[in-house]
């Protein structure tokens, strides 16, 4: 089985029901304009396969699991399946459509790595640069290794760095930053006693708290997840002289064309169109209310929000290979080097508990990249080369260079997401006939 183991909407000025309508018909005509004969490639998707994942997401909407969802998947560049479910807020119960604006949480990250790459491929950003070049704090940052005291106390004994942290670092989350729930006892309480998410905070004022913390683990030592990303985020507005998202639209957003993706929304409409979480998802509840009460944090790992179609022009550009329209975001050199896996065999970097990556996946610069089969049996669903990202609020995407096909998941549950995008991601490619 070969490798494998396997037009943006604009409804803002129309309503929810004409909405729904043009939907209905678009959708109809992407799917007449698909080119499924064989030699369009050797996976063709099946209709009855594809029904097969509306039956799960109408499930999902019935039995009370999720308020809504949309799932767009695309082959050779256009639509083969878009749809709506459900609700965008169960409180106000509007239908799902295409516009609907989901906060994207970490699938910010491969948008802010994107950011990076640009100003590497450039030559105003190097993968050996130090942080400290850009956030002079981290020159004297220490790491945190838990102790005992004499009176048998749990501490934290601060060293040294073994070397500095580097953007690579920060790009393949090997910087030793983490998130506080990941890094321990001792590290989440040094979090916590911080005050990190106290009062007023931009990019500046975060990345310089975030270098007066202990890092978890040496720079270049263990796959981490954590605040790297929003660290980026600052040295992508140092070296340009803007902020984060001025940056992002004028370089990557209004070139894509990706209108409604930011990060706060600036009108009445757009607030309408925001997808809520149930009430009872308390954690992503918890997540997005301090979201909303911080605008003033362009956060490069989790601040952007935007709509299927938006993150369906990012993605596709990524499966050409960083081009678009006619328009090259990368070179092809650096390109490869953003989806090639760098923490592999030889790498010296570890994978700790939290390795949400997964099983058969390395790491490049901001995405999880396919490398091998993995040890499940059988294999978890996919090719070889496949690159892919997800958030804590549900979203998903994925991109299959075997296939030439892009998939995106925008769902708005913490607490069903682990079951439901693994779900769905098997639906997919059974119905490409791409499982093993």
């Not at 803007?242 to 757009?270: A, N, W």
């Not at 992503?284 to 911080?294: C, I, M, Q, S, T």
Request: one cysteine or more; glycine letters at 10%; charged letters at 20%.
């Amino acid at each position: 089985m070969a490798t494998s183991v396997h037009r943006a909407f604009d409804f803002a000025a129309t309503s929810g029901a004409v909405r729904f309508v043009l939907a209905a018909v678009l959708i109809t005509i992407w799917t007449k304009e698909v080119d499924v004969s064989p030699a369009a490639g050797a996976y063709v998707p099946s209709a009855d396969k594809l029904e097969r994942i509306t039956e799960f997401f109408n499930n999902e909407i019935a039995t009370g699991k999720l308020p809504g969802a949309v799932v767009l998947i695309q082959q050779h560049g256009k639509p083969v399946y878009l749809k709506c479910f459900g609700v965008r807020d169960v409180v106000t119960n509007i239908p799902m459509t295409p516009d609907t604006i989901f906060a994207l949480h970490s699938m910010t990250k491969p948008i802010t790595s994107l950011a990076a790459m640009m100003l590497i491929d450039a030559g105003k950003l190097s993968l050996s640069d130090p942080v400290s070049k850009f956030v002079p704090g981290f020159a004297d940052v220490r790491v945190g290794v838990s102790s005992v005291a004499a009176d048998g106390t749990p501490v934290l004994k601060l060293v040294p760095l073994d070397r500095p942290v580097t953007i690579m670092d920060l790009l393949r989350h090997t910087s030793g930053v983490t998130y506080d729930y990941i890094g321990g006892k001792l590290i989440d309480k040094a979090y916590s006693d911080s005050g990190l998410f106290d009062g007023y905070f931009d990019n500046r004022v975060f990345a310089e708290r975030i270098a007066n913390l202990p890092l978890a683990r040496q720079p270049g030592t263990l796959w981490r997840y954590g605040y790297s990303t929003d660290v980026i985020g600052r040295i992508i507005e140092i070296i340009s002289g803007q902020s984060l998202y001025q940056f992002e639209r004028q370089r990557i957003f209004d070139p894509l064309g990706m209108t409604s993706t930011k990060f706060v929304l600036e009108s009445t409409d757009e607030r309408a169109r925001m997808a809520e979480p149930l009430p009872g998802d308390t954690i992503l509840k918890v997540a997005e209310a301090e979201r909303r009460a911080h605008p003033e944090w362009e956060s490069g790992g989790g601040g952007l929000v935007s709509i299927p179609t938006d993150y369906a022009h990012f993605a596709q550009m990524i499966l050409n290979g960083g081009e678009f329209g006619g328009k090259r975001y990368l070179s092809a050199q650096a390109f490869k080097s953003m989806t090639t896996d760098h923490i592999g065999p030889g790498s010296g970097v570890a994978r700790d508990y939290f390795y949400f990556p997964g099983d058969g996946f390395g790491f490049g610069y901001g995405f999880a990249v396919r490398t091998e089969p993995g040890n499940a049996k059988p294999p978890p669903p996919g090719s070889i080369g496949e690159l892919k990202w997800d958030s804590g609020s549900g979203t998903y995407f994925g991109v299959d260079p075997e296939l030439d096909m892009v998939y995106i998941l925008m769902e708005q549950t913490q607490s069903e997401r682990g079951r439901i995008t693994s779900a769905f991601k098997k639906l997919v490619y059974d119905a490409f006939g791409a499982m093993n």
